[in-house]
């Protein structure tokens, strides 16, 4: 009790913080998220997320070539689908030469030791931006987990390392695990978002990939079916628990910095690794408010991924990987 105990004796001089600090950031944290699309020499900037391109595949073996020198350990790959290919099926989602399935390959050659994992939901092949397949205003479980499992097979076969399912479908991890095994893809992993919100925070990531649902007669006018709802706390563990008895290799939480709660809450209760995902929305809002000179960037930045660490994330999939990975 005080005087005798003196907090502050702790925090005195850097080295002294340095020595009790209890969480730290290191390359070996992050996931990179980078966005592919069709075309030569194309590196376009994502408007209302200044810094990220969305990025031909010439141009992606340049990225990953320098995410490697910096030590970087993985990427996640969103592919944009060209209008044309878009149905309600999500038919090109599962084509062994789509753009995803090529950008796969392109890692792989580049740099064999880039982990890869890719999003797995049919919203960017989807006429109507949903991740899954639309009837008489639903959005349908089993038809789409039955989607998700080519899916996942032809990321495989492409070489992918982990295959991340974003869509929230009842019960696609397990059929997932048995579509992998059954084609002889048991060392191929599965990075489950075991509990993603229906969050505001993901607009500017459905600019990027032209993914946001439309509106439309019989068709739902937002995720929120499949998607969780952000007052829910208890709903993440059972979706945590279900997804670890399903097989999933990872968890991950999105988005992170509204939802530290529940990210502490899987470290405690689960035994895999956990992942966090520092989204579209929560990027653009550093962005822009340090571009006005109302909050100071960098220790911001630093500030929020050191608090995923703390709250119990092992990984952090961040789209500010690669500056953050230059600083460290
Ligand atoms: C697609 C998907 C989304 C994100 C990752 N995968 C968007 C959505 O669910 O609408 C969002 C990522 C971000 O905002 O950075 N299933």
Known sequence: M???????RLRQNAAIRALVQETQLSVNDFLVPLFVVEGQGVKEEILSMPGQYRMSLDQLQQEIKELHALHLKGVLLFAKADQKFKDNAGTEAFNENGLMQRAIKTVKQVCPEMLV??????????????????AAGKVLNDPTVEALCKMSVSHARAGADFVAPSDMMDG??????QALDAAGYEDVGILSYAAKYASAHYGPFRDALDSAPVAGEEIPRDKKTYQ???????????????DQEEGADILMVKPGLAYLDIVRDLKNEIVLPIAVYQVSGEYAMIKAAAEKGWVEYEPIVLEQLLSFKRAGADIIATYFAKEVASLL
């Open 2 to 8: 005080y005087p005798i105990i003196r907090n502050r």
């Open 117 to 134: 994992f890719t999003d797995v939901a049919l919203d960017p092949y989807s006429i109507y931006g949903h991740d899954g397949i639309v």
């Open 172 to 177: 696609r991890v397990i059929q997932i695990r």
């Open 228 to 242: 969780m709802d952000p007052a829910n706390r208890k709903e993440a563990l059972k979706e945590a628990l279900m």
